[in-house]
């Protein structure tokens, strides 16, 4: 930018804590074009002063020293492809943390200053990538997700295509006769009403359902996704602007749970056998096509143990409930008992868990099952252990019921990936070691056999990634939809275990976003997390050295590799982290507004004094998504914090370009700070990998500095929630104190 404006706002206390003079002539020293303070920045003519001044073309850039970036954010909307803008947080990072007039606050306000200046010397404004994007959705999968997505969308005037591999649509829920009571009283099943669901869509007009088919390739990027569907009169060329993946779940394989007798006697049977029965209105024993007498449920077959599912399906247990009023009302006298470990029936199934057990002829203890004997035609004995009717009690049953969990329909893209990867590696080999690797890698890649559904053409993988348990990833904190593929959205279990009735708010809930990614893209912006970004990342290919960082570590799979590991970048795909940027050694890989240069400038723009006894100087990058709101929201409690501290806001920790490390121990800054999300299964970081990322480069580095004898301890990594706020002030603090037991930088004053 050559003619930036500097505005100053000296309201919020700010005018009364520091020396503004001293702040307009740090400006001035550094070519700002104008100078204006204002007591009101964010008021109308607060904001007309810095209007007019881009309009007269007075200034093209706009350095805004107030509020933190998050704070007024309407008020300080001026078109990004006409002027950029930066803003320095005196009120936050400096008067409301800080104590007011002294001289540490003031070195503080001047050199967030010089830092804002310097990054908004090396900002461009974006040319935002306007390209025709495609309007219609392509849902995969038609159970009962499936379905209310295509509804959704097809609701919003978006052309649906439904792909489903089955003959029929509906999935699990259409081998039901009767569902958990959705609506008041909550006193007894409801006739399931899907049929009339897929009668209304298969009419639908903007609704194309393709039975008998399955998607056979993807290629493109959202808002152009190039579709191959494979269907029973051949295969079909689609385009869509973004995909819904609501595969579905099966029940887990029963035949894993011979301790609870299934295999070994044909009346121990899962409730989705049962459900069968009573959909048929045939509730017998498979032994000998007898009815049962009494019939006992076993909860958690399988599930919430570490051996088989570890997790809670959700649903298990009202659809007990559901199979036990059925065959209380259909077949009378018959009894039934619920084994349980806890009757999970949250909000109004709790009603419906009173009703049953109100019903004569229903007991339900809590217990562990010790084992099941019996097997043929005879009676089951099933033995409790410890339970509410007492130590070692045994029951006695005709037909024994597992309530057994689900299992997502997905694929791991990335582990199949990776397995690819390590085949191409291990048949190269030519020891017995090497062949043995290989003969392994086979044998796993062979139980991924088959499994693939969306067949992505990404150089990340054929599917979505999976989380541990297999449910297809998404943030289940703030994205609970978005996956790690840009413009493809999970719905129903195979995102996570649920209920019909929240698969069908999820379907809803994965189609709005699947919405919103062709209106974003449409508009040449980004989706979420950093929606109306217009910016993208600019490589320049002329330096890559095909190292293929780049294209290991973005989390999104937005590049592809030609055959000599050049990255391919496909714009629609790309979340705008910057985590290509951090791990770039090249350095050539940057954003109008973000890049290596511009922040490497505010480093070199901090003041560092070369008398540490008196100014240690400690340089934080923190994270945008939950690190610095924290820092805000600590700074609006009034709450203080160490004056050396000098914060540079990044998109997320896996942006961090190591050279920026290196340029400020080279500097003479004592120490380098980190705080970013919480990463791991649970992560918290809003682009999955990039906190994990910054761990790993950052332990690497470490070690580097080890080697040339400085103490690693001047690096530190800290994850934060937003929540966590609290310890911000700590943090910074103690960091601050382990640098002053270390003494000086050894590079500071070279
Ligand atoms: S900015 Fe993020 S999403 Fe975009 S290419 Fe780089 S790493 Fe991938
Ligand atoms: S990280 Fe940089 S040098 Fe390596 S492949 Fe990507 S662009 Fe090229």
């Known amino acids: 930018m050559e003619r930036i404006g500097f505005f100053?706002?000296?309201?919020?206390?700010?005018?009364?804590?520091?020396?503004?003079?001293?702040?307009?002539?740090?400006?001035?020293?550094?070519?700002?074009?104008?100078?204006?303070?204002?007591?009101?920045?964010?008021?109308?003519?607060?904001?007309?002063?810095?209007?007019?001044?881009?309009?007269?073309?007075?200034?093209?850039?706009?350095?805004?020293?107030?509020?933190?970036?998050?704070?007024?954010?309407?008020?300080?909307?001026?078109?990004?492809?006409?002027?950029?803008?930066?803003?320095?947080?005196?009120?936050?990072?400096?008067?409301?943390?800080?104590?007011?007039?002294?001289e540490d606050t003031q070195l503080l306000?001047?050199?967030?200053?010089?830092?804002?200046?310097?990054?908004?010397?090396?900002?461009?404004?974006?040319?935002?990538?306007?390209?025709?994007?495609?309007?219609?959705?392509?849902?995969?999968?038609?159970g009962l997700a499936g379905l209310e997505a295509a509804r959704a969308a097809a609701a919003a005037g978006h052309p649906v295509v439904l792909v489903e591999v089955e003959e029929r649509l509906g999935g699990y829920l259409a081998?039901?006769?009767?569902v958990v009571p959705d609506c008041p009283p909550y006193d007894a099943p409801h006739v399931n009403q899907l049929a009339n669901l897929i009668a209304e869509l298969s009419a639908h007009p903007e609704i194309r359902v393709l039975t008998s088919s399955r998607v056979r390739g993807i290629t493109g990027q959202p808002g152009q996704f190039h579709v191959e569907v494979e269907?029973?009169?051949?295969?079909?060329?689609?385009?869509?602007?973004?995909?819904?993946?609501?595969?579905?779940?099966?029940?887990?394989?029963?035949?894993?749970?011979?301790?609870?007798?299934?295999?070994?006697?044909?009346n121990v049977i899962t409730s989705h056998e049962l459900e069968a029965m009573l959909a048929a209105g045939n509730l017998r024993r498979p032994s000998d096509n007898r009815p049962p007498q009494r019939v006992v449920f076993i909860q958690c077959a399988g599930s919430r143990d570490p051996q088989h599912l570890p997790y809670c399906s959700t649903e298990c247990c009202a659809t007990t409930l559901k199979q036990m009023a059925t065959i209380h009302r259909d077949s009378p006298g018959v009894e039934t008992a619920v084994i349980y470990r806890d009757m999970r029936t949250p909000g109004q199934i709790e009603r419906f868990y009173q009703a049953v057990q109100a019903q004569p002829g229903s007991l339900f203890t809590q217990g562990e099952v010790a084992g099941i004997d019996g097997n043929g035609n005879g009676p089951l004995t099933v033995r409790l252990g410890e339970s509410l009717l007492g130590s070692g009690v045994t029951l006695t049953a005709d037909l024994v019921v597992l309530a057994t969990g689900m299992v997502p329909n997905s694929a791991d893209g990335e582990a199949i990936r990776a397995l690819r990867d390590a085949q191409v590696r291990a048949v190269k080999g030519e020891s017995e070691t090497q062949r043995a690797e290989a003969r392994k890698v086979a044998e796993q890649l062979a139980a991924h056999e088959g499994t693939e559904i969306l067949h992505l053409q990404y150089r990340q993988g054929p599917d979505l990634p999976a989380l541990r348990y297999a449910f297809a990833d998404s943030h289940f904190i703030c994205f609970p939809?978005?996956?790690?593929?840009?413009?493809?959205?999970?719905?129903?279990?195979?995102?996570?275990?649920?209920?019909?009735?929240?698969?069908?708010?999820?379907?809803?809930?994965?189609?709005?976003?699947a919405l919103q990614c062709i209106a974003a893209l449409s508009r040449g912006e980004a989706v979420h997390p950093r929606s109306g970004d217009l910016t993208i990342p600019d490589f320049f290919l002329q330096r890559c050295t095909q190292c293929k960082r780049c294209t290991e570590e973005?989390?999104?799979?937005?590049?592809?590799?030609?055959?000599?590991?050049?990255?391919?970048?496909?714009?629609?795909?790309?979340?705008?982290c910057g985590i290509c940027m951090g791990s770039c050694p090249e350095?050539?890989?940057?954003?109008?507004?973000?890049?290596?240069?511009?922040?490497?400038?505010?480093?070199?723009?901090?003041?560092?004094?070369?008398?540490?006894?008196?100014?240690?100087?400690?340089?934080?990058?923190?994270?945008?998504?939950?690190?610095?709101?924290?820092?805000?929201?600590?700074?609006?409690?009034?709450?203080?914090?160490?004056?050396?501290?000098?914060?540079?806001?990044?998109?997320?920790?896996?942006?961090?370009?190591?050279?920026?490390?290196?340029?400020?121990?080279?500097?003479?800054?004592?120490?380098?700070l980190l705080i970013g999300c919480r990463y791991g299964?649970?992560?918290?970081?809003?682009?999955?990998?990039?906190?994990?990322?910054?761990?790993?480069?950052?332990?690497?580095?470490?070690?580097?500095?080890?080697?040339?004898?400085?103490?690693?301890?001047?690096?530190?990594?800290?994850?934060?929630?937003?929540?966590?706020?609290?310890?911000?002030?700590?943090v910074l603090d103690a960091f601050a104190a382990d640098l002053e037991k270390l003494g000086p930088n050894p590079f500071k004053g070279f």
């Not at 303070?37 to 607060?46: I, K, R, V, Y």
């Not at 973004?242 to 044909?266: C, E, M, N, V």
């Open 109 to 142: 306000a001047e050199d967030l200053l010089r830092m804002g200046l310097a990054r908004l010397a090396k900002t461009t404004a974006p040319k935002p990538l306007l390209e025709t994007i495609e309007r219609s959705v392509l849902v995969v999968g038609g």
């Open 231 to 266: 269907t029973p009169p051949g295969v079909e060329s689609l385009v869509a602007g973004a995909i819904i993946q609501a595969t579905g779940a099966r029940p887990y394989d029963a035949t894993k749970l011979a301790h609870l007798g299934y295999g070994r006697s044909p």
């Open 175 to 178: 081998g039901l006769k009767e």
């Open 554 to 576: 973005c989390p999104f799979g937005t590049l592809n590799e030609d055959e000599k590991g050049t990255p391919q970048l496909n714009p629609l795909r790309c979340r705008r």
């Open 681 to 730: 299964d649970d992560y918290q970081c809003h682009y999955m990998r990039g906190s994990e990322l910054a761990h790993t480069r950052l332990g690497n580095v470490q070690e580097t500095l080890q080697r040339l004898a400085l103490e690693p301890e001047r690096i530190k990594v800290v994850e934060m929630a937003h929540d966590e706020y609290s310890r911000i002030p700590e």
């Open 8 to 102: 100053l706002c000296t309201g919020c206390g700010i005018g009364d804590a520091l020396n503004v003079e001293a702040l307009g002539a740090v400006a001035r020293e550094l070519r700002a074009a104008s100078v204006a303070t204002h007591p009101s920045l964010c008021a109308p003519e607060g904001v007309e002063t810095i209007r007019s001044a881009l309009m007269s073309g007075e200034v093209n850039g706009v350095l805004i020293a107030a509020c933190s970036h998050r704070a007024k954010v309407a008020e300080f909307q001026f078109d990004p492809t006409q002027a950029v803008l930066e803003r320095v947080s005196l009120r936050e990072q400096v008067v409301w943390s800080h104590p007011p007039t002294q």
């Open 481 to 513: 939809y978005e996956t790690r593929r840009t413009g493809i959205y999970a719905a129903g279990t195979v995102r996570a275990p649920m209920d019909p009735a929240q698969a069908a708010e999820d379907g809803w809930g994965a189609a709005m976003k």
């Open 587 to 672: 350095r050539i890989i940057s954003f109008p507004d973000y890049s290596v240069d511009a922040v490497a400038s505010m480093i070199k723009a901090m003041g560092v004094p070369e008398d540490f006894e008196e100014k240690p100087r400690i340089l934080a990058l923190l994270c945008e998504n939950d690190a610095l709101p924290a820092l805000d929201t600590a700074a609006s409690e009034r709450r203080q914090w160490n004056p050396w501290v000098r914060v540079i806001p990044v998109r997320c920790l896996g942006s961090v370009n190591i050279v920026w490390i290196a340029d400020a121990l080279s500097k003479g800054i004592d120490g380098i």
